[in-house]
């Protein structure tokens, strides 16, 4: 449960950070600074000063880094992204979804948790920048945190217009756990969509 006393007892080629948001950053770069290879789990960080610290801990241990953006092997998921090569160019796609909200003190905590954007929302953005291969040229989202007792960031619509001028839409939604998970990508000569895992 300490990191000093794990650094200085064990010295694995590599780790697997899977604790709690707010503490990524600086175990990542610990574990960097002693020579280890890290997998990370999302989000990086909470904040783009300590994903850049990261960055150049990386630069300096010269050891890899990746972070654990687990959807991506989803067998839906994979094979759709394995489709686009036939839709012709992707133009829009959009992700919608849900989750239930971890009880955990961490996850509830405005200080501690990246709220519904960095724990939910994150794994639908990775998936629209890998599947339309282009990164983000503006975003615009708005977001409630009034609709439940929690107070927290619980349910988001966000539009991203991509460098190469594709349009990728997400919801998300931790107060609507039943919300069925919509995904679709409009090609330049076809469509595709999965619903409840299938692709149709």
């Not at 175990?27 to 960055?55: F, Q, R, W, Y």
């Not at 394995?82 to 012709?88: A, H, M, R, S, V």
């Not at 609507?176 to 330049?188: H, K």
């Amino acid at each position: 449960t300490q990191i000093e006393e794990f650094l200085k007892k064990e010295k694995p080629d590599a780790v697997s950070i899977t604790t709690p948001s707010h503490t990524h950053a600086e175990l990542s770069i610990k574990c960097l600074t002693h020579g280890m290879h890290v997998l990370c789990e999302k989000p990086i960080a909470l904040n783009l000063a300590d994903a850049k610290k990261i960055s150049e801990a990386v630069e300096k241990a010269k050891k890899k880094f990746m972070t654990g953006f687990n959807w991506r092997f989803h067998d839906h998921l994979l094979k759709a992204k394995n489709l686009t090569d036939e839709i012709g160019e992707p133009k829009i796609a959009w992700f919608r979804g849900s989750g239930n909200i971890q009880q955990k003190a961490w996850h509830l905590d405005k200080k501690t948790s990246g709220m519904i954007t960095f724990e939910s929302s994150i794994h639908r953005i990775d998936w629209l920048r890998w599947v339309l291969n282009s990164e983000a040229k503006y975003v615009y989202s708005e977001s409630l945190n009034d609709v439940d007792e929690t107070g927290l960031t619980s349910n988001e619509w966000i539009i991203i217009k991509f460098k190469n001028n594709a349009l990728g839409i997400i919801g998300s939604s931790f107060t609507f756990p039943a919300l069925s998970e919509d995904i679709g990508i409009i090609g330049t000569k076809k469509c595709i969509g999965i619903r409840s895992g299938n692709i149709i």
